[in-house]
């Protein structure tokens, strides 16, 4: 009997120093792993992602361009100076970009493309939805549409 104990004492035994080796293992790994790498790449995607959708935007109504592209912007002055460098100096929209940051203001054809947009949304709401859902469209026009019409506008144009 006392055989069997002493070899399950030896089974146990190392069972526990590989268990530790592998913890020891699996902590020097994740150690190793870069956790301001992977939320830099986290950011690199979501701008990339953001700037996609500010494209989509430029041809439907229903998106819109120019708050995607300042999200973009914003996740890549996170992720990769590069990128925010080449959409502060894009000649179509790195005017709004500049516009945003020195004073949150939005060019008035800025804000008639904005309010076009809405009333299109609101109309295609209203007019393929069923009632109770076709005032959401309406109601997020209105809000969105206040919200950016109340917004400075800059004061001189230098591009």
């Given at each position: 009997m006392r055989d069997v104990s002493g070899r399950c004492q030896k089974v146990i035994c190392s069972f526990a120093n590989a268990q530790a080796r592998f913890a020891a293992l699996a902590h020097n790994r994740l150690s190793d792993f870069n956790i301001a790498h992977m939320?830099?790449?986290?950011?690199?995607a979501a701008g990339w992602l953001s700037l996609g959708l500010g494209g989509i935007g430029a041809l439907l109504p229903?998106?819109?361009?120019?708050?995607?592209?300042?999200?973009?912007?914003?996740?890549?002055?996170?992720?990769?100076?590069?990128?925010?460098?080449?959409?502060?100096?894009?000649?179509?929209?790195g005017y709004h970009i500049r516009n945003w940051r020195q004073s949150g203001a939005i060019s008035r054809t800025g804000k008639r493309a904005a309010l076009g947009a809405f009333v299109i949304t609101g109309v295609v709401g209203l007019a393929f939805s069923p009632f109770p859902w076709s005032l959401l469209p309406l109601a997020a026009a209105l809000i969105g549409g206040t919200w950016i019409w109340r917004r400075p506008e800059p004061e001189k144009r230098d591009r």
């Open positions: 939320r830099r790449i986290g950011f690199l229903i998106l819109p361009t120019v708050p995607f592209v300042l999200l973009a912007t914003w996740c890549f002055a996170r992720s990769s100076p590069r990128l925010e460098a080449w959409l502060v100096g894009h000649p179509l929209f």
